[in-house]
């Protein structure tokens, strides 16, 4: 079956099958930053924006991506990489491999809230999971990048 | 003299990129025509194979190969990357006729894609004759089922391995006369504890790709922790010469431990040997959790006998180690729960530590983070804080009388090793400021079912294997000047790549731009065995120091030469090499040569490749130490239990490190705070568990529960740093260490809240309202 849709901008009608995934279908487009993890909705890797929010793209059809507008890390290199600078800066980046996720839903998060608490950013990211970092350094850097930096 | 490099804030060089989702790992770069390898896997616990029928599967348009345990090579081998020779038993074949856990490999199928692939499994038909399974180690030694019946078993080493009884490995140690010094003592404390299996769950699951080259060499790129380790175990695997395996390392996604043993490369090796076509395997989560490795579980029985006074005397050590089916990484672990807690204390005048690691018909257990010493800190340093209630005494007070300074040497060290460096006691003194461990004491009821709790614990790991661990480094000065660093260090995420970019550096007086960092590719890297066994900074960092100390000298030599002045009155800077008369003291007082003559680093690099030089300046190095220095960190716990639920919310965790030197402050603190964390999802949340008939039940995210951002409380890192007279500019490790205080400090903060001592973990709400309701009824 065929899909039409946006992705980072540009229209496409790709080929799918109807049993595809998001996430599978976008790599093998060459969308790389897209990371599976869990196949099961849980840890956040595969995060992209479909129509501005954020979602699992691990476990949804590519067939539902007709007609909507997906967002993927490619897609938003000069923020992302406002951010990265900022969380690198930290080190808290660590193995990378759940960054991409994790930067789809912070950038999402600084669109959605204002002046977010430390509760309300823990609780936007909870689930991006990581493995590496005990999560304090990404706390750090969100802080820094949001402008947030009150101590509570 | 003043660092300009160490001990700097800096970014990881591959951050940027990673941040920012560029193609970086294993299946970023795989041939997207590479064929998919799928596992069919086997549903019982122990079971052989009668027959396999694949004829309706081979019909499947799309499918390429497959392959049975009558196909394949009947070496065996062992997946451990531990070291050469390995000292984990060869006890595992490609595919065996005899499958030993619900997991193990019963067929290879390669097909075009993935859905092809998966499909094929399910039309081939297997029938087998289902055994009796052993699944509870303690009923392991004697059990009527042989896990490896097998008479073809391979050891390099004598390693105490009873076959017969499922056991694979026996350690005995034992100092002076435990029975006598018992008797002396006037406090004896006792405690069985459980820590139990605990998965990895790294981010990027295992994987490897695999292709031909056009010299007729497997290239294996792999996920891995251990490439040179894994390039002998594919050459022994497939029964191919070793010049025909090459390991090329990417970017990784986290291993933890989890990635130095080899998981499913040698299927996707074997598929490309057979089929000259590239292949590629990921494990899925499900596979990464079930058919992988895990922490060892184990069973430690603790008797610790101190004086009055509460100086420790005697530490007797009963440790059973559940292997699962095979080998991987049996012993070593077993010894190192002695090794990495023992030496903590130094007045004892007895130990005893008897060792048992036994197969299981379980998911393997293997190397993971703390690697034996996490489990023996659970039971050692939880037994230490029961005697502290026993005497009376403040439980830090008691590790401040007792814990190995500098000079020092411990029972369990027979060779006399005296400790190089320790900054334990300040690390205890600063965390106690940090958690407010005077003013808030031990209890506090700050709500009418809430009760708050503190609790604290020390340990100790190694940096790097005393006599075993080596690393070589290679730096070479390029035609332009600048700098090419190959090592064999392999950065599975924490920044290795970056701390030797540092460490060198600073050698060669210039700044890290100038330096490229090349890691890692068998046929180019020098030799490393890989990140493990804390090594990174210690060992692979001494590496880097020595060859840029060679290259440096060499600079100096050939610009002496140059400039036909004397090679003590030559400088090394960023650009040049300059002539310095009378370097040293008298530079300072203005009677110097006023017109120093000196030859820029461009001029020289190109002097050596070309023209009139022709000598390339390369540095090279190899490092090996015989001894392993310990790093320590002192761990402090608060934790808010709910009296009605049995809830423990971790309120916050204090980690005071001695490393040695911190290389770079941020990428140290983020191991220790990830090391905490995952100290925190053992004593709180992960449980690797199974059923009845053998098959686990902790298969997903859903059923094991890593920590959130919400589960962790805040974790408060601090550093006391000592200086080790044998690290790469006074530094020790920190990647292991870090994971080992979180399970008793917290278990102890719980205790002191509500009185519950738990020793099996984790400690899960239900089990703590249980046990709570048990003791008060």
Known sequence: ?152 | MSKKVIGQKKPKIDGMALATGKPAYTDDIANPNALVVKLLRSPHAFARIKSIDTSRAEKLDGVEAFFTYKDVPQTRFTLAGQSNPEVSPYDRLILDELVRYVGDEVAIVAATDEKTALKALKLIKVAYEVLDPVLDFEQAADNPTVVHPEDNVHLNFEIGMEKSKNIVATDIQVVGDIDKELSKCDVVTEGVYYPQAQAHAMMETYRAYTYMDPFGQIVVVSSTQVPFHLRRHVARALELPMSKVRVIKPRIGGGFGGKQTVSGDLFAAFVTYKTGKPAKIIYDRQETFTCTTSRHAMRLKVRIGADQEGFIRVIDLDVLSDTGAYGEHASTVLGCVGHYTLPLYSKMRAIRFVGHAVYTNKMPAGAFRGYGATQGTFALESTINKLAHELGMDPTELRLKNIIREGETALHWEDGTRLGSTALDRCIRKGKEMIGWEEKGLRRRVGPHKVRGLGMAVTMQGSGIAYIDTASAEIRLNDMGDYVLMHGATDNGMGADTILAQMAAEVLETEMDHIIVRSLDTDYSPYDPGSYASSGTYVSGSAVVKAAENLKVKILEEAAHYLEVPVGEVELTKEAVHWVPNAGEDRLNGDANPKPKAVSLVELAERSVLGSGKNQLVGQATFGSEISPPPYVAGFAEVEVDQETGKVDLIQFVAVADCGTVINPNLARIQVEGGVAQGIGMALYEDVKYDKQGRMLSDSFMQYKIPTRKDVGTIRVAFEESYEPTGPFGAKSVGEVVANTPAPAITEAVYNAVGVRVTDLPITPEKLFMRMSEQNS
Not at chain 1, 51 to 78: F, H, W, Y
Not at chain 1, 102 to 120: C, G, I, Q, R
Request: charge should be neutral.
């Open chain 1, 1 to 152: 079956m065929k899909i039409e849709f946006t992705i980072n901008g540009k229209k496409a009608a790709w080929d799918v099958a109807p049993d595809d995934l998001l996430a599978d279908t976008l790599r093998a487009h060459g969308f790389l930053s897209v990371k599976k993890a869990c196949n099961t909705s849980c840890c956040g890797l595969c995060t992209v924006w479909v129509d501005g929010q954020p979602t699992l793209s691990c476990t949804m059809l590519s067939a539902r991506a007709n007609g909507k507008t997906i967002t993927t890390l490619e897609g938003v290199q000069m923020e992302a990489e406002e951010f990265a600078k900022i969380l690198t800066s930290e080190g808290a980046e660590q193995c990378g491999f759940c960054s991409p996720g994790f930067v789809m839903n912070v950038l999402a998060m600084k669109k959605e809230l204002k002046n977010p608490t430390d509760e309300e950013i823990i609780h936007y990211l909870t689930g991006n999971l990581c493995r590496c970092t005990g999560y304090m350094g990404q706390l750090r850097a969100v802080k820094t990048y949001l402008g947030v930096n009150s101590a509570q």
